[in-house]
């Protein structure tokens, strides 16, 4: 697609529920990340797939975090037993994998999750 | 590890006045800097970046930024601003190298910008 597509666009779920949103980059994008947005703050790292190698997850917050790539286009972040501190609006981005210069990454509109 | 600083968590200005928005980023070496704009509800969108060529750097919708490496600032300005520019700003920073993985971005708190009529 023209963009990076982000689903669903909102989610509530009830503390204790398992979540998954869903992250359809810029099709022939290598590069894909995630992020957390709290709310007045500025995005946080969570983790980046080259393809669908998960090279980079240190930015994952506890171990009910988890994020797959399989086929590396679609990725999935998937949070497990939610918590109240894991509503935010988590962005997904991807960007070319250029091996010189700066590599540009387009977000999504993001997924805004609120656990009750 | 390298950090943004954005000075001022809100920013008002009158229509057709200054717009200034500071950045400061710590960084052992010179990195890839980057303003991101991000209207309500929406993703971010890049303003602008730098990557070493010329330190002033031009974007979209008429911002402009700044690299001072003596300063570690790299502040986004418009000469005059538009009712349209009302949104949440933020500078991000990139490694120029990395071993493994990707120039993942550190982003700053973010500053509103209100435009005033």
């Known amino acids: 697609g023209a963009g990076v597509s982000q689903s669903p666009r909102y989610k509530v779920a009830k503390r204790g529920q398992d979540v998954a949103l869903r992250c359809d980059p810029i099709s022939g994008h290598v590069s894909l990340f995630w992020y957390q947005q709290a709310l007045g703050q500025g995005p946080e790292f969570l983790t980046y797939f080259q393809n669908e190698a998960q090279l980079d997850k240190s930015g994952l917050p506890s171990d009910r975090f988890f994020a797959e790539r399989p086929e590396g286009s679609v990725s999935t972040l998937k949070i497990q037993r939610t918590q109240q501190e894991d509503s935010a609006v988590y962005l997904c981005a991807s960007s070319l994998n250029r091996a010189s210069g700066a590599n540009v990454l387009t977000f999504g509109a993001g997924s805004r999750l609120t656990v009750l | 590890a390298q950090s943004v600083t954005q000075l001022g968590s809100h920013v008002s200005v009158s229509e057709g006045a200054l717009v200034l928005l500071r950045c400061n980023y710590s960084s052992s070496v010179p990195p890839y800097l980057f303003w991101y704009v991000q209207y309500p509800n929406q993703g971010l969108q890049l303003l602008l970046k730098?990557?070493?060529?010329?330190?002033l750097v031009k974007g979209i919708n008429g911002f402009e930024a700044e690299f001072k490496k003596s300063e570690t600032s790299f502040h986004l300005t418009k000469p005059s601003a538009h009712m349209s520019d009302a949104a949440e700003y933020f500078c991000a920073v990139s490694d120029r190298v990395v071993i493994q993985g990707a120039q993942k971005l550190v982003f700053g708190q973010g500053t509103r910008l209100t435009i005033n009529p």
């Open positions: 730098y990557t070493s060529a010329a330190t």
